[in-house]
């Protein structure tokens, strides 16, 4: 059972664009939902994180959306340039232990 | 600081045969996780540790096994290697207290043949 949802899977933007990612979770115990950024040969590095008690994050050109009725949130990227070109992980995670659930992955690719 | 430490970085193994991936962090983090990661699969969490002498079964436990002997040190044991265990182990750590972020190290991708 896959308990987050993410989608696309893959998405191509030209530089300047808006880059959307979504996804959508199935259980409301979840209390911390962190996106993840992972380039090539390399482990996931934190990009921002948000609690289900506020519904916007916004770090930079890095915003994230949270509709705590609908189960959803999304990772938003203003300007969008080719050096964000790398994989996206939505994640969520309950109490303190943190095990994250992690979505499937969207490869982002930022054109010129 | 060298952050997460995860050797070796490449491994091909024959079916059979085990092998203990290895992870350290130097940032004095209670809380460590095993995780794999499949082809569009995302990472699931296979151990994890809320300080040493503790252990837990994540998500996908069945072929592996851990120990916590110290702080700084999380290895994973992989008995009997079999294909389904072809994937690239990722190995994080976080501080214990509030919401604070998993920080990852950059993977052994290990081959059974």
């Known amino acids: 059972q896959q308990q987050v949802k993410q989608s696309p899977q893959s998405l191509i933007v030209q530089k300047g664009g808006i880059s959307i990612i979504n996804c959508a979770y199935e259980n409301t115990a979840f209390d911390y939902f962190p996106w993840y950024q992972q380039f090539p040969g390399k482990g996931p590095a934190l990009l921002i994180a948000?609690?289900?008690?506020?519904s916007e994050k916004k770090e930079g050109r890095f915003t994230i959306s949270f509709n705590k009725s609908a189960k959803q949130f999304s990772l938003h990227i203003m300007d969008s340039q080719p050096g964000d070109s790398a994989t996206y992980f939505c994640a969520a995670s309950i109490g303190t232990a943190s095990k994250l659930t992690f979505g499937t992955g969207t490869r982002l690719q930022v054109t010129l | 600081n060298a952050g997460v430490t995860q050797t070796p970085k490449f491994r091909i193994l024959k079916i059979g045969q085990s092998m203990t991936l290895q992870c350290a962090q130097d940032m004095n983090h209670n809380y460590m996780y095993w995780y794999r990661q499949d082809p569009g699969m995302g990472l699931k969490l296979i151990y994890y540790s809320v300080g040493a002498g503790i252990t837990d079964k994540g998500e996908v436990p069945n072929g592996y096994n851990v120990s916590r002997s110290t702080t700084e040190d999380f290895p994973l044991r992989l008995e009997l290697a079999a294909p389904s265990q072809t994937s690239v182990y990722f190995c994080?750590?976080?501080?214990?207290?509030?919401?604070?972020?998993?920080?990852f190290g950059d993977g052994t991708r290990l081959s059974i043949l």
């Open positions: 994080a750590s976080r501080l214990s207290t509030g919401f604070q972020p998993q920080h």
């Open positions: 948000i609690r289900p008690d506020v």
